[in-house]
């Protein structure tokens, strides 16, 4: 194994982008689909991964919540969380704060109780037998109306204990931040952080409004804020961290090649970048994946690859000591 895959195996890493439903193997769903007797257009596993070809993120989004319709019980969730947290163990992910979409699931008659039992129990289990620390965060739809994002807030309510923040995601252009101000304005009053997916196909100006509108702590993507200097600044001065997620944005053809993307443009500006998956089930790998073919496309130094992976760990929502924990971790890697 060439060295710097070396040191990316060895490297302690925290995820801050992962869509828990972009985590369904092909394999699982295949397995649900005949546990839960539900239909799905394929006859392989092989059938499946040949589907995953798509042009921008809508293509996506349409196999995406297809997919999701073989999640019915909580114990599906249960299943898919905690391979998702097997995987983590093997890429040495030590930390993830994962999305989840309720509406996906409750607007096809499955509870909010089942969804998110299933997940936060195996987010326990994980920290339990796998010593993987995590966080929830809720994602409201967007291409959805904010009523729909208002009535899914209030289902939540009994279960503020199990996430620390909402976020935003979705098809994005057409469906601006501004759309959900009063909602997270809400969130925030009952205490959660808050995150948005902005300037991954949308322009610069949802970069604005979800700091200006949503007061988001991150932002997911991000990558188009290079098109405007101006946010630039600010983003530097103010340290919002974006999650960038490269193998997702290849297989999105956000950039046409991996050699084109921006990733090391970001942290060369001083922005606080960080590398993570998004929907690995579908983009074509997890975390150590993504951090290999970013690093060797983009020649990342092993320096680089420790600070993406401290600003994941500053940038997530654990407490002050235990970032400084995981951050000397990673210095011990890379000593
Ligand atoms: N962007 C927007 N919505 C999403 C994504 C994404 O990359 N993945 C799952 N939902
Ligand atoms: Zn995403």
Known sequence: MSEIREFIKKLPKAELHLHIEGSLEPELMFKLSERNKVEIPFKTV??????YEFDNLQSFLDIYYAGAAVLIKEQDFYDLTWEYLERCKEDNVIHTEIFFDPQTHTDRGISFNTAINGIHNALKDGEEKLGITSKLILCF??????????????????HLDKFVAVGLDSSEVGHPPSKFEKVFAKAREMGLLTVAHAGEEGPP??????????KVSRIDHG????????????????????????????????FADMKDHNYKSLLDKGLVATINSDDPAYFGGYMNQNFIETAEALNLSKEELALSSKNAFNASFISKELK????????QVLK
Do not use: G, M
Request: proline content about 4%; overall charge negative.
């Open 223 to 254: 990558v188009r804020s290079l098109e405007d200097e101006k946010l630039v600044d600010r983003l530097v001065k103010e340290k919002i961290p974006l999650t960038v997620c490269p193998l997702s944005n290849i297989k999105l053809c956000v």
């Open 46 to 51: 092989e059938e499946i991964r040949a589907a």
């Open 205 to 214: 100006e949802y970069i604005w409004e979800a700091l200006d509108l949503l």
């Open 141 to 158: 739809l967007r291409h959805l109306d904010e009523d729909a994002a208002f009535k899914t807030l209030e289902e939540a309510q009994p």
């Open 324 to 331: 400084e924990k995981y951050c000397s971790l990673v210095d």
